[in-house]
């Protein structure tokens, strides 16, 4: 049954500050890395079990819970019977020394939930108290993912062990509290939002040799440089210049004292894109690559590993949740587009599987100290946003089941 007290007016969303405040601080208390969320993992899973939300463990340390609607299809309203929707909320800490000086810091040394996902747990086990109590409004399922390991490619542990799959899932919803947007801003932006990353690792082999008979050498310092040179010319001279695209090299190894030439160069790095086909870099890249090593008589081996797929919001669902923005109180202020990154992020993995939108929900407060960028050992987020996260949740689901443009509950 419908709980007759459940709407999503502003006092009744703004009555959910307190919970909210307190499941964000306590997983911030007690961050775990990618792959090792086991306490938080307990912890969603007993919230779910509190609230009759059936739940199971995925992807090891993850959760996927189903909410299923029992309204009646209704043919007239065109209500489909079986559409089905994801939520998701990233999981893992990262191997950061917080040094806020919250008094709810991080109580594991090293490890801090310096991206925020400890606020999108809290906003989307809200939002699935509230979804759970309003189940007789809509038909089809809300699957929730909990995702561990959003730094390096959890998700697709997720897809490979059937997230998407019973009940099929026909689109999917995710967002980020970002820093870098003000609060009380949130950003859906339709096409490209998060850029691919591809990290590669370069061994250029030449010949090691005294540093004072260079010609007896092949240099493969002389090569890399020439390499991280002429790489750049990549972005500028063959690729669209309109084609967002970086390729940064973050790691070189090579040598030992002054007097030697060494045999081989250790480069590593990673190429990110923020276009359709941008995979063509990589292509580039090696061709580059094996036309310096050739003129200088050197050899090379070069490897790439996927980092994450480019996320790309569809037109539907971009139109879908913008229009929940623009339902919630002073939606017309609150809806912002155009915030794209070349940061990565592997909702990707579900936004290339299904019509799907991810949405930047501004955390931004100077006077709060919620500025800084993410990663950095200061970041904290503005609690007052979650509300607004855990709104947005409950807006794009109800909104995608029931096939209504205005959820007035
Ligand atoms: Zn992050
Ligand atoms: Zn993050």
Redesign the pocket.
């Given at each position: 049954m419908t709980d007759p007290c459940v709407k999503l007016d502003p006092s009744t969303v703004a009555s959910w500050e307190q919970e909210l405040k307190r499941l964000r601080r306590d997983f911030h208390q007690y961050p775990e890395l990618g792959f090792q969320e086991f306490k938080t993992q307990e912890k969603i899973l007993h919230y779910l079990s509190n609230h009759g939300i059936p739940a199971q463990k995925i992807a090891g340390t993850g959760v996927k819970a189903i909410l299923q609607g029992t309204a009646r299809p209704d043919p007239e309203k065109n209500v489909p019977s079986s559409k089905t929707i994801l939520l998701r909320s990233?999981m893992d800490a990262l191997p950061v020394k917080e040094e806020t000086g919250l008094a709810f810091q991080s109580t594991h040394d090293g490890i801090m939930h310096a991206?925020?996902?400890d606020g999108h747990m809290a906003m989307l086990l809200k939002a699935a108290a509230v979804l759970s109590q309003l189940s007789d409004r809509f038909t089809g399922n809300v699957v929730l993912g909990f995702q561990p390991n959003?730094e390096d490619a959890g998700a697709y542990l997720m897809v490979e062990e059937g997230i998407l799959e019973n009940p099929g899932v026909d689109a999917a919803f995710g967002c980020?509290l970002w820093s870098g947007l003000d609060s009380g801003k949130i950003d859906i932006t339709k096409g490209p939002v998060m850029a691919a990353s591809h990290y590669f690792f370069l061994t250029i082999k030449g010949k090691g040799g005294h540093a004072g008979f260079a010609h007896t050498s092949v240099d493969p310092i002389f090569i890399a440089a020439q390499i991280i040179q002429s790489a750049q010319s990549i972005q500028t001279r063959q690729i669209d210049a309109l084609h967002p695209a970086v390729i940064m090299f973050t790691a070189i190894e090579g040598g030992s004292t002054p007097t030697i030439i060494p045999g081989q160069v250790e480069i590593k790095g990673s190429i990110r894109f923020l276009y359709d086909r941008g995979e063509e870099i990589l292509e580039k890249f090696e061709h580059l690559v094996a036309g310096v090593c050739q003129t200088h008589g050197a050899s090379f081996e070069l490897s790439y590993k996927l980092g994450n797929h480019m996320l790309s919001n569809s037109d539907d669902m971009t139109r879908l949740a913008a229009r929940s923005v623009l339902d919630m109180a002073g939606g017309q202020d609150r809806l912002v587009t155009g915030t794209r990154t070349m940061a990565g992020e592997d909702f990707s993995e579900f936004s290339r599987r299904v019509p799907s939108a991810y949405a930047f929900v501004g955390s931004r407060n100077i006077e709060k100290n919620t500025h800084f960028p993410?990663h950095h050992p200061c970041f904290d987020i503005d609690e007052d946003v979650l509300m607004q996260g855990a709104e947005l949740y409950i807006r794009v689901a109800l909104s995608f089941l029931t096939g209504s443009q205005d959820v007035t509950i």
């Amino acid at each position: 049954m419908t709980d007759p007290c459940v709407k999503l007016d502003p006092s009744t969303v703004a009555s959910w500050e307190q919970e909210l405040k307190r499941l964000r601080r306590d997983f911030h208390q007690y961050p775990e890395l990618g792959f090792q969320e086991f306490k938080t993992q307990e912890k969603i899973l007993h919230y779910l079990s509190n609230h009759g939300i059936p739940a199971q463990k995925i992807a090891g340390t993850g959760v996927k819970a189903i909410l299923q609607g029992t309204a009646r299809p209704d043919p007239e309203k065109n209500v489909p019977s079986s559409k089905t929707i994801l939520l998701r909320s990233d999981m893992d800490a990262l191997p950061v020394k917080e040094e806020t000086g919250l008094a709810f810091q991080s109580t594991h040394d090293g490890i801090m939930h310096a991206c925020g996902h400890d606020g999108h747990m809290a906003m989307l086990l809200k939002a699935a108290a509230v979804l759970s109590q309003l189940s007789d409004r809509f038909t089809g399922n809300v699957v929730l993912g909990f995702q561990p390991n959003e730094e390096d490619a959890g998700a697709y542990l997720m897809v490979e062990e059937g997230i998407l799959e019973n009940p099929g899932v026909d689109a999917a919803f995710g967002c980020h509290l970002w820093s870098g947007l003000d609060s009380g801003k949130i950003d859906i932006t339709k096409g490209p939002v998060m850029a691919a990353s591809h990290y590669f690792f370069l061994t250029i082999k030449g010949k090691g040799g005294h540093a004072g008979f260079a010609h007896t050498s092949v240099d493969p310092i002389f090569i890399a440089a020439q390499i991280i040179q002429s790489a750049q010319s990549i972005q500028t001279r063959q690729i669209d210049a309109l084609h967002p695209a970086v390729i940064m090299f973050t790691a070189i190894e090579g040598g030992s004292t002054p007097t030697i030439i060494p045999g081989q160069v250790e480069i590593k790095g990673s190429i990110r894109f923020l276009y359709d086909r941008g995979e063509e870099i990589l292509e580039k890249f090696e061709h580059l690559v094996a036309g310096v090593c050739q003129t200088h008589g050197a050899s090379f081996e070069l490897s790439y590993k996927l980092g994450n797929h480019m996320l790309s919001n569809s037109d539907d669902m971009t139109r879908l949740a913008a229009r929940s923005v623009l339902d919630m109180a002073g939606g017309q202020d609150r809806l912002v587009t155009g915030t794209r990154t070349m940061a990565g992020e592997d909702f990707s993995e579900f936004s290339r599987r299904v019509p799907s939108a991810y949405a930047f929900v501004g955390s931004r407060n100077i006077e709060k100290n919620t500025h800084f960028p993410h990663h950095h050992p200061c970041f904290d987020i503005d609690e007052d946003v979650l509300m607004q996260g855990a709104e947005l949740y409950i807006r794009v689901a109800l909104s995608f089941l029931t096939g209504s443009q205005d959820v007035t509950i």
